[in-house]
């Protein structure tokens, strides 16, 4: 997709916040400092759209931007950060599934994952929520450019063993390097538009 405009539209942290559902919608998931607020930012050629910190946990609102007018990028709140207050962590977990759950606009699922290891139990679940309210999931694995190509390849298919998938379904990218951007875009494209496109 060529990107022409980027634009934040507003935070909540339940439906009723939500703006009105008009455009299609591509949500972002994945632990909290996986790289996530890097991989959007790199989609929409931005710095410093989605707000980026070293103090993983520090997104705790869902996040919802528009691109182009024709498809809305939604950022989730990071999970599995033990220092987060446990009064916030427990927020998270209904507040990430009220909005999987009844969203009607959104198509699909970018859950994130750091090339660099294997996915946990919070993967295991995330990735089982998707499939119980029929979500399409699109498998990132980000931070490409840490691992050596024979390493990125070995990794590749440890994590789609350990999740059960193809690991031709896993996506490398790397924000340093834009690896993989085409990819991601791609994806989201097929997942997103297409299926709009045919409802209208």
Not at 5 to 27: G, H, M, R, W
Not at 78 to 106: C, D, F, H, N
Not at 169 to 174: D, H, K, R, V
């Amino acid at each position: 997709m060529i990107v022409k405009s980027a634009a934040f539209v507003t935070s909540a942290v339940k439906p009723s916040q939500y703006p009105v559902a008009l455009l299609p919608e591509a949500a972002f998931a994945g632990r909290s400092n996986v790289g996530k607020s890097s991989l959007i930012n790199t989609l929409v050629n931005r710095k410093r759209l989605v707000k980026t910190s070293a103090t993983p946990g520090r997104t705790q609102l869902i996040n919802f931007f528009t691109v182009n007018d024709r498809v809305s990028l939604v950022d989730l709140p990071g999970y599995g950060y033990a220092r987060v207050p446990a009064s916030v962590r427990r927020t998270w977990g209904p507040m990430i599934e009220s909005y999987l759950k009844g969203r009607q606009t959104l198509k699909a699922v970018v859950l994130i994952m750091d090339v660099r290891r294997i996915p946990g139990i919070e993967e295991q679940n995330f990735i089982d929520w998707l499939a119980l309210y029929h979500r399409t999931p699109i498998l990132v694995l980000t931070k490409a450019d840490k691992l050596s190509k024979s390493a990125q390849k070995k990794q590749r298919q440890a994590i789609g063993a350990a999740i059960g998938v193809d690991e031709a379904a896993l996506i490398l990218f790397s924000a340093k390097t834009r690896l993989g951007k085409p990819e991601v875009w791609s994806a989201i494209e097929r997942a997103v538009l297409n299926e709009h496109r045919q409802r209208n």
